[in-house]
């Protein structure tokens, strides 16, 4: 139990199709996190909250569209994905300080049919 | 342009000899640096970090040794287990951005 959930653990969706995935942390955190993981590539940050505000979006395309309604929750809002964003999404939360580590969900497994 | 760098996809090492990871930095200004371990379909977990004010940090079979100059870190694992097998992630963060940058990953195999 790390302490960071994220729902569903698997999803399979159509290019065609808007879904969300879900995080939430119970670690009290001031700090969230989205990155992707592709196949034989480095985890990519996507974007960063501070204090609920958007910090950093890393250039990522419009059709991915965070929400964060409060310090302990996160969402990834997915529409007309296409098929190279299949990937594990992984949420992360930290103390929002210097130094200190960022805390994993186990991801959501996203495929795009 | 990869900022946080692991050239060793993969390593395969005997049940209780060392293993030894790798990993390179471009950004001076990065701070501190961390490494996490991940098994297949888990997220990733925080194994041990390191800040730029060290050379060395140690936490049981785990040592982490940083050399600035080189701008090379590496983890180091003694005696190595089967159960170390995994996937092991450098990253690095400077404390201004709150930002961690992440490698590629190296496969590490634990053979009994």
């Known amino acids: 139990e790390t302490g960071v959930t994220q729902t569903p653990r698997h999803l399979v969706m159509g290019m065609t199709n808007k879904k969300s995935l879900k995080c939430e942390q119970h670690?009290?955190?001031?700090?969230m996190y989205w990155y992707k993981q592709s196949a034989k590539k480095p985890l990519e940050l996507m974007f960063v909250y501070n204090f609920k505000e958007q910090t950093e979006n890393n250039s990522v395309p419009s059709r991915f569209s965070p929400e964060c309604p409060n310090s302990s929750h996160l969402f990834l809002h997915l529409h007309t994905l296409q098929p190279e964003d299949s990937a594990l999404y992984l949420c992360?939360?930290?103390?929002?300080?210097?130094?200190?580590?960022?805390?994993f969900g186990q991801g959501t497994r996203l495929t795009v049919v | 342009d990869q900022q946080v760098k692991q050239n060793s996809p993969s390593l395969s090492v005997q049940e209780g000899r060392i293993s030894i990871l790798n990993c390179d930095y471009t950004?001076?200004?990065?701070?501190?640096f961390l490494w996490y371990k991940k098994y297949p379909a888990e997220g990733p977990t925080f194994l041990i970090s390191?800040?730029?004010?060290?050379d060395k940090n140690e936490d049981g079979r785990f040592t982490v040794f940083l050399n600035k100059s080189a701008k090379h870190l590496s983890l180091h694992i003694v005696p190595s287990q089967p159960g170390d097998s995994a996937v092991y992630f450098c990253?690095?963060?400077?404390?201004?951005?709150?930002?961690?940058?992440f490698g590629t990953g190296t496969l590490l195999a634990v053979q009994p």
């Open positions: 990253a690095a963060g400077d404390g201004a951005t709150n930002k961690l940058i």
């Open positions: 390191i800040s730029s004010i060290k």
């Open positions: 670690l009290g955190h001031n700090a």
């Open positions: 950004n001076s200004m990065f701070d501190y």
């Open positions: 992360a939360s930290s103390q929002g300080s210097a130094n200190t580590e960022a805390f």
